[in-house]
């Protein structure tokens, strides 16, 4: 099931106004928008679900990170997720806690540890990652194959340019 002409996808860009119709083209704008929607969006998804209730957002992507990659330094662990290496301590600190990851000693650096995940850290992982796959799918049902596809490589585009061109926020 596609867009008709009538969705709003098909006036992306386009700033109508009542009194002289169409006055701007504006994509970046609307990129803005709908960028701060999609943010509130998935915060209030996050907070209506179950999802979080033994391990918050920043864990589960720790968790799925050293799923990927195998166990991983902290070190390394924090250059992936592009975080400073002491949130990243205080992310495994509490995730070691919760039973979800265990610290091993590095054979070739003693100072350092490498981080795996547990039996009980891969199923709650697991149950995460399968409930949040059925809400996306639950919200892009009636989007057909290439719609979703085509969602699927823009928002990896989006965060691979988020990663190469992101630049602090805040001014300190």
């Known amino acids: 099931m596609g867009t008709s002409p009538s969705d709003p996808v098909d ?3 386009v700033i109508e106004d009542d ?3 169409v006055i701007e083209d504006d994509t ?3 990129i803005e928008l709908e960028l701060l929607k999609l943010v509130r969006h998935l915060e209030t998804f996050g907070r209506r679900s179950s999802l979080y209730l033994h391990i918050d957002r920043a864990g589960y992507l720790a968790l799925r990170t050293i799923e990927d990659l195998g166990p991983l330094s902290t070190k ?3 250059t992936v ?3 400073d290496a002491s949130t ?3 992310q495994i600190a509490a995730l070691e806690t919760g039973g979800f ?5 590095d054979p070739n650096d003693r100072r350092s540890s490498t981080i795996l995940l547990t039996g009980e850290g891969r199923r709650m992982m697991a149950g995460v990652e399968q409930e949040r796959r059925q809400g996306i799918e639950a919200l892009v049902e009636a989007w057909d194959d290439s719609e979703k596809a085509v969602l ?5 585009r989006l965060n691979a340019s988020l990663l190469l061109n992101g630049r602090p926020t805040r001014v300190d």
């Open 81 to 83: 997720l592009n975080l």
């Open 152 to 156: 699927g490589r823009v928002l990896h």
């Open 19 to 21: 009194t002289i119709g």
């Open 101 to 105: 990851v265990d610290r091993r000693p």
């Open 11 to 13: 006036t992306i860009g």
């Open 88 to 90: 990243v301590t205080r």
């Open 76 to 78: 390394a662990l924090a």
């Open 28 to 30: 970046i704008g609307v």
